[in-house]
């Protein structure tokens, strides 16, 4: 979600014998070694990423670690030791291999005498698969609100893992961007200007990481995750980004702070050195599921076509229709199509950041009500209204302000893939649509939309005449959408077996108050073989 635009045309230290999950187990950030907790993710069918980060020191340091079949890491089944230092800010990243397909298993770090909490991971499966379960998950803005969605998931038993969609974090300043309930809620940034340099990108995970509930689902499940623009700067590409000026940093050596800096405290594969910056990748659910995770943000994207703040429609139209604009890059683009050739699997799985649903926006002229108060000044909400009113594409930040880049992205699913679901976050909304070539209804394709795990949505900053009236006046000029809830945050739950794939909005009501309640929104599925036939009731 952008911050100054909407349209976007112009203008538990321990765990139970149950392996419960309570808000008392993980408060770690009041001391310790391990205040960060632990992580795994980029689960591989031998092998995963297991992470802690160690606080408290000013030397480097000794961290031993354990993985075990059982939670009381009794059957020890592989240890060893590494040294972190200043050098990788303290965080450790272990590759642990040699294991046992689609197995469960629990871990810990040590460190002068200290244990970290014991975490709790598995193994992609092999062979014959059949179902996977997926939490789908973007935009966890800290000082909006409660990571209540993160509880969630940790509360659940049969995640394979964790699909981080981008925005793990955002790199605005106390007082800017969806920082209005930070003071109430106790969740001010830190550090409180916004991230530039190493350090305060630093500081901005190691914020993130003490979160309780963020260290429940860590410690739960594995993740896997990809960036998108917030970990470095908003609406980023290859050369430039929205929220980045010249006095601010050299661009080159923001992005490689903000990219060192993921991959110190993220459980991905890979150090921030040279090529393994690369993060679209692959993962093998057996024969059933093949998941490809995209890089739609910093490898191959060219400037958005109303990027420096270009107004002039006649010139944003020429930039769009120009074909030789990528969103992927050509060296990413020819490895999707050399992955989904090289799959087996019954459904090609494509995790990526921004919505490919070509969407048209609603004329807000009906729709708002400029005498209420708002989250944005009437005069830009009037701007809004006076460039809605020919329903232009929403959001140039999206695959809509590369046409032709997504037209071939389109073809490429529908001449190398059997059953194309793609999965999508950034918009803070819950959606679903079929996807077609251009000039046809015939889906190719479904996408999946999660909303966001806490940053506000249109409703949040769009006075409106009645409840759900732009997402109404949405769904109505856009035939091809399935479903769309812009009010409420959550998480996407996809389950895939052998006949259908089946997704579940699962919504919190509030991200505002530490109680809440979950709800289960919407399902829906597409069957296996009859991705033609488009999204049907669950």
């Given at each position: 979600?952008r911050?100054?635009?909407?349209?976007g045309?112009?203008?538990?230290?321990?765990?139970?014998?149950?392996f419960?999950?309570?808000?008392?187990?993980?408060?770690q950030?009041g001391?310790?070694a391990f205040?960060?907790?632990?992580?795994?993710g980029?689960?591989l069918?031998?092998s995963?990423i297991?992470?802690?980060r160690?606080s408290?020191?000013?030397?480097p340091?000794?961290?031993g670690?354990?993985?075990a079949r059982?939670?009381?890491?009794r059957s020890?089944?592989?240890?060893?030791?590494?040294?972190?230092?200043p050098?990788?800010?303290?965080?450790?990243?272990?590759?642990?291999n040699?294991?046992e397909?689609d197995?469960?298993y629990?871990?810990?770090?040590?460190?002068d005498?200290q244990s970290?909490p014991?975490g709790?991971?598995r193994?992609?499966?092999?062979?014959?698969?059949d179902s996977?379960r997926?939490?789908?998950?973007?935009?966890?803005n800290?000082?909006y609100?409660?990571?209540h969605?993160?509880?969630?998931?940790a509360?659940?038993d049969d995640i394979?893992a964790v699909?981080?969609?981008?925005?793990?974090?955002y790199e605005?300043?106390?007082?800017?961007?969806?920082?209005?309930?930070?003071a109430?809620l106790g969740?001010?940034?830190?550090p409180?200007?916004?991230?530039v340099t190493?350090?305060?990108?630093r500081?901005?995970?190691?914020q993130y990481?003490?979160?309780?509930?963020?260290?429940?689902?860590?410690s739960?499940?594995p993740l896997?995750?990809i960036w998108?623009?917030?970990?470095i700067?908003?609406d980023?590409?290859?050369?430039?980004?929205?929220?980045?000026?010249?006095e601010?940093?050299?661009?080159?050596?923001?992005v490689?702070?903000?990219?060192?800096?993921?991959?110190?405290?993220?459980?991905?594969?890979?150090?921030a050195a040279?090529?393994?910056?690369?993060?679209y990748?692959g993962?093998?659910y057996?024969?059933?599921?093949?998941?490809?995770?995209?890089?739609?943000?910093?490898?191959?994207?060219?400037a958005?076509?109303d990027?420096?703040?270009?107004?002039?429609?006649?010139?944003i139209g020429?930039?769009?229709?120009?074909?030789?604009?990528r969103?992927?890059?050509?060296e990413?683009e020819?490895w999707?199509?050399?992955?989904l050739d090289?799959?087996?699997?019954?459904w090609?799985l494509?995790g990526?950041?921004?919505?490919?649903?070509?969407?048209?926006?609603?004329?807000l002229?009906?729709?708002l009500?400029l005498?209420s108060?708002?989250?944005?000044?009437r005069?830009?909400?009037e701007?809004y209204?006076?460039?809605?009113?020919s329903?232009?594409?929403?959001?140039?930040?999206?695959?809509?302000?590369?046409?032709a880049a997504?037209?071939d992205?389109?073809?490429?699913?529908?001449?190398?893939?059997r059953?194309?679901?793609?999965?999508?976050g950034?918009?803070?909304?819950?959606?679903?649509?079929?996807?077609?070539?251009?000039?046809?209804?015939?889906p190719?394709?479904?996408?999946?939309?999660?909303?966001?795990?806490t940053?506000?949505?249109?409703?949040?900053?769009?006075?409106?005449?009645?409840?759900n009236?732009?997402?109404?006046?949405?769904?109505?000029?856009?035939p091809m959408?399935r479903?769309?809830e812009t009010?409420r945050?959550g998480?996407?739950?996809?389950?895939f077996?052998?006949?259908?794939?089946?997704?579940e909005?699962?919504?919190?009501d509030?991200?505002?108050?530490?109680?809440?309640?979950v709800?289960?929104?919407k399902?829906?599925e597409?069957?296996?073989g009859?991705?033609?036939k488009g999204l049907?009731?669950?």
């Open positions: 979600m911050r100054r635009q909407f349209l045309l112009v203008a538990g230290s321990t765990l139970g014998s149950a419960g999950i309570g808000r008392a187990d993980e408060a950030s001391g310790g205040r960060h907790g632990v992580a795994s980029d689960p069918a031998d995963i297991l992470w802690t160690v408290g020191q000013a030397a340091v000794r961290v670690w354990q993985l059982d939670p009381a890491l020890i089944v592989k240890e060893g030791e590494v040294v972190t230092g050098e990788r800010d303290y965080t450790v990243k272990v590759d642990a040699g294991l397909p197995a469960v629990y871990y810990r770090f040590t460190s005498g970290s014991v709790r991971t193994t992609l499966p092999a062979g014959t698969v996977v997926f939490a789908v998950v973007s935009c966890s800290y000082p609100g409660y990571f969605v993160y509880r969630d998931i509360e659940q394979d699909l981080h969609l981008g925005d793990y974090l605005y300043p106390m007082g800017g961007y969806a920082t209005e309930f930070a109430a969740r001010e940034p830190e409180r200007h916004e991230t190493l350090d305060d990108y500081r901005r995970h190691a990481k003490s979160d309780p509930d963020s260290q429940a689902m860590h739960r499940h896997i995750a998108d623009d917030h970990e700067a908003n980023a590409y290859r050369s430039g980004a929205q929220n980045h000026q010249a601010e940093a050299d661009y080159a050596e923001r490689r702070a903000a990219v060192q800096a993921y991959f110190e405290w993220m459980p991905i594969r890979g150090t040279g090529i393994e910056t690369r993060i990748r993962f093998d057996g024969d059933l599921v093949s998941l490809v995770m995209l890089d739609t943000r910093l490898v191959g994207r060219d958005q076509p990027a420096n703040g270009e107004t002039d429609p006649q010139v020429r930039r769009m229709q120009d074909p030789s604009r969103l992927l890059g050509r990413q020819a999707l199509i050399a992955e090289r799959s087996l699997a019954t090609q494509i990526q950041q921004v919505m490919v649903a070509p969407t048209r926006s609603a004329n002229e009906p729709l009500d005498e108060n708002a989250g944005l000044p005069e830009m909400l701007q209204i006076a460039v809605s009113r329903n232009p594409p929403m959001l140039l930040d999206t695959w809509n302000g590369y046409p997504r037209e992205f389109l073809k490429t699913l529908a001449e190398h893939a059953n194309p679901v793609v999965v999508t950034d918009l803070h909304t819950a959606m679903a649509a079929d996807l077609a070539r251009a000039g046809s209804d015939v190719i394709a479904v996408e999946l939309m999660t909303t966001s795990v940053s506000p949505g249109f409703d949040e900053y769009l006075p409106q005449v009645r409840p009236a732009v997402r109404d006046a949405t769904l109505e000029i856009n959408l479903y769309m009010s945050r998480w996407l739950a996809v389950k077996d052998r006949a259908a794939c089946t997704a909005w699962r919504l919190v509030t991200v505002h108050a530490p109680s809440y309640t709800s289960v929104d399902r829906l597409v069957l296996a009859q991705i033609g049907i009731e669950a």
